[in-house]
């Protein structure tokens, strides 16, 4: 007497295709949702000072920067007290570094649910840039207090932030997928990421003005797609000799698609094979 064993294949897939995966997207938007709100849970939940360390880095930085670029160099500051003029480019800068790093690492994170069921990858590190908006967003109400106490007051230009900062989340998701989508395959990823953006926060004008920069290299210059960023923020909050230095901007912005879309475009490529991987 035999018996015949019936086993059962589970398939994630993952690869469907453009249309269908675009709707899926706003079809688990509540896996978006609950992912978000669980990084931002874990970030702070097992802190000793909770959500003042969100605040305490780009404080010191914007100290330090004061004190070798303002006290040391004499470099001018456009018109504005020195700390914001660093403060106001550590709030874009900060945000940037920690979405790009959190979501650079959320694949390898979320490797568990990777191998069990479907959804659109992208949820993963869209969801994990959440908590660097969180703390943007506790940093621009410090940025707002050193404004009332040195009594510098942005202009109409203000309104213009919310465009920059889409600039800067375009970026970073851009660069956060790439990294994730790398990292999956090539674990180094993780690890030097920290090191480049080490580097890139001294190579971008964080702790100066980019009009300090030689005309004949401002273009060039520009091609990094945070001096367009951190342009934009010191002329919508600052405002005075802070101009948009507009070739530089368009400069930015074509970086920043090429980033988004060679990004999406190799996620997309290698998304079918993380569950794999991880």
Known sequence: ???????????????????????????????????????????????LIGIAWSLLRPILTMVIFTLVFSKLAKLPSGGAPYPLLVFSAMLPWHFFGSAILDAGGSLIGGSNLLSKVYFPRLIVPASAMVAALLDFAISLVVLVALMLWYRHYPGIAVLALPLFLLLVVTVAFGVGIWIASLSVKYRDFQFVAPFVLQAGLYLSPVGFSSAIVPADWRLLYSLNPLVGVIDGFRWALLGGTHQVYLPGLVASILTTSLILVSGIWYFRRTERFFADVV
């Open 1 to 47: 007497m035999s018996k015949t064993r019936e086993t059962s294949e589970i398939v994630i897939a993952a690869d469907r295709d453009d249309r269908h995966y675009w709707l899926d997207l706003w079809r688990f938007r509540e896996l978006f949702y609950f992912l978000a709100w669980r990084d931002v849970l874990v970030r702070y939940k097992q802190t």
